[in-house]
């Protein structure tokens, strides 16, 4: 259940919760009759060079005006994590660790990177526990050093991207993630 608001103060005497997702299962709202275009997005976004080109792309300085964080290529980026859950993982992990190496000199990196962040996170909610533990065994280290070696111009990003990840019905992203620093802290 992640509605904070329902047993705050009394519970109601019926309330529906979906499962958690296991390794078998899959998301039950694609339609059959879309299979054929899933797969056809799915072959497309699981390729390097995919994400070798998007990411370029959505890195790069805007020519006009102050640059802040996008909530809807966050968003983005959660549709497809949570369409595609897990698959592209693997591809995208290259490009997070680059964005990182990047961030320190360049704000529109740190953007982006934060952006990528946001959404992976938001879109893994329905995945399975063992998938989730791989994802946070990879970000939780490079939330925290994006945080420690955030400088003023990029700090706003971060603040962005913990604003979009802590919403409502994700209470268990706050948990999960101080649990994970103090395993990391008292290593």
Same mark, same amino acid.
């Given at each position: 259940?992640?509605?904070?608001?329902?047993? &705050? &103060?009394?519970?109601?005497?019926?309330?529906?919760?979906?499962?958690?997702?296991?390794?078998? $299962?899959?998301? @039950?709202? =694609?339609?059959?009759?879309? =299979?054929?275009?899933?797969?056809?997005?799915? $072959?497309?976004?699981?390729?390097?060079? &995919?994400?070798?080109? /998007?990411?370029?792309?959505?890195?790069?300085?805007?020519?006009?005006?102050?640059? $802040?964080?996008?909530?809807?290529?966050?968003?983005?980026?959660?549709? *497809?994590?949570? +369409? +595609?859950?897990?698959? @592209? +993982?693997?591809?995208?992990?290259? /490009? *997070?660790?680059?964005?990182?190496?990047?961030?320190?000199?360049?704000?529109?990196?740190?953007?982006?990177?934060?952006?990528?962040?946001?959404?992976? =996170?938001?879109?893994?909610?329905?995945?399975?526990?063992?998938?989730?533990?791989?994802?946070?065994?990879?970000?939780? @280290? *490079? *939330?925290?050093?994006?945080?420690?070696?955030? $400088?003023?111009?990029?700090?706003?990003?971060?603040?962005?991207?913990?604003?979009?990840?802590?919403?409502?019905?994700?209470?268990?992203? =706050?948990?999960? /993630?101080? &649990?994970?620093?103090?395993?990391?802290?008292?290593?």
């Amino acid at each position: 259940m992640d509605d904070i608001s329902v047993g &705050y &103060y009394c519970w109601p005497e019926k309330y529906t919760v979906y499962s958690p997702g296991t390794a078998g $299962t899959t998301l @039950p709202y =694609i339609d059959p009759t879309s =299979i054929d275009a899933l797969d056809c997005i799915t $072959t497309t976004i699981c390729t390097k060079e &995919y994400w070798e080109n /998007f990411v370029k792309y959505i890195s790069m300085e805007v020519s006009r005006g102050e640059e $802040t964080f996008e909530n809807l290529t966050a968003r983005f980026y959660k549709g *497809i994590f949570q +369409l +595609l859950e897990y698959r @592209p +993982l693997e591809m995208v992990k290259p /490009f *997070i660790q680059d964005l990182l190496e990047q961030s320190i000199r360049d704000k529109s990196k740190c953007r982006a990177l934060c952006e990528l962040l946001a959404g992976l =996170i938001r879109g893994s909610k329905h995945w399975c526990a063992e998938k989730l533990e791989f994802m946070w065994v990879f970000v939780v @280290p *490079i *939330i925290i050093r994006g945080l420690n070696e955030a $400088t003023p111009e990029t700090m706003p990003y971060w603040n962005a991207f913990l604003k979009f990840v802590c919403v409502s019905e994700m209470h268990f992203f =706050i948990l999960f /993630f101080f &649990y994970r620093l103090f395993i990391i802290c008292s290593a």
